[in-house]
């Protein structure tokens, strides 16, 4: 697949249901990352990994989880899902961190919490 | 904390005219500065990156500049064409939160033939 994939593509979600988006990457790369985007907000870091094992907080992480048991996927997940995590979600990775790398993006999940 | 700005948010010019994006940020303690185009509705392509000790790269008609002491960075596209319509977006890798990218918001361009 050479880059990120990410499922599913888009979703419909009814609140207070529990959700995993899923990320997958094939470029060995250390470093792996979640954003969301929104209209007038940008993109924010809700939740990154520095390596397999090791997962950290963003700017926004509150109601999300992540885990990192190999190098390869970083799963996010939404334990009881609010209408205002409806937005459209970007995993990112790149070789290692604090390098001179560039950072691959996946193509987004786009959620909706109704 | 590391902040990136971009201005103006929005514009619009004719084909063929040069154009500059701009893009501050507030931490000169950077990794590297990317610059990505994203389409409406789709994901981030990148564009250009510059290391933190180099001072411009260009790719065709796209040149971006990096000044880390006054913590800008610059796009210059040339010759402008329709095709070139999308939001760009310029980010920071900082030591924050794993190196992560620290985005601005965007500036979204519209080339009209």
């Known amino acids: 697949i050479a880059g990120i994939t990410q499922a599913p593509t888009s979703q419909i979600l009814a609140a207070g249901r529990r959700m995993t988006l899923r990320c997958t990457q094939d470029?060995?790369?250390?470093?792996m990352y979640w954003y969301r985007q929104d209209l007038g907000l940008g993109l924010r870091l809700i939740h990154y990994?520095?390596?397999?094992?090791?997962?950290g907080k963003g700017e926004v992480p509150d109601g999300y989880s992540v885990s990192r048991a190999n190098t390869d996927d970083f799963p996010l997940t939404l334990a009881s899902a609010v209408p205002s995590q409806t937005s459209v979600y970007f995993c990112a990775s790149t070789r290692t961190g604090g390098s001179n790398y560039g950072y691959t993006f996946g193509s987004g999940t786009r959620l909706t919490v109704v | 904390k590391q902040e990136v700005t971009q201005i103006p948010a929005a514009l619009s010019v004719p084909e063929g005219e040069n154009l500059v994006l701009n893009c501050s940020f507030t931490?000169?303690?950077?990794?590297?500065l990317q610059w990505f185009r994203q389409d409406p509705g789709k994901g981030l392509t990148s564009l250009l990156l510059i290391q933190s000790s180099q001072r411009e790269q260009t790719s065709g008609r796209l040149n971006a500049s990096l000044d880390k002491s006054s913590g800008r960075s610059t796009l210059y596209i040339a010759a402008s064409q329709p095709g070139d319509s999308a939001t760009y977006l310029c980010a920071a890798a900082t030591n924050q939160a794993g190196t992560a990218l620290i985005f601005g918001k965007g500036t979204t361009l519209s080339v009209s033939s």
């Open positions: 470029m060995r790369h250390n470093a």
């Open positions: 990994s520095n390596t397999a094992g090791t997962t």
């Open positions: 931490d000169s303690a950077i990794y590297n």
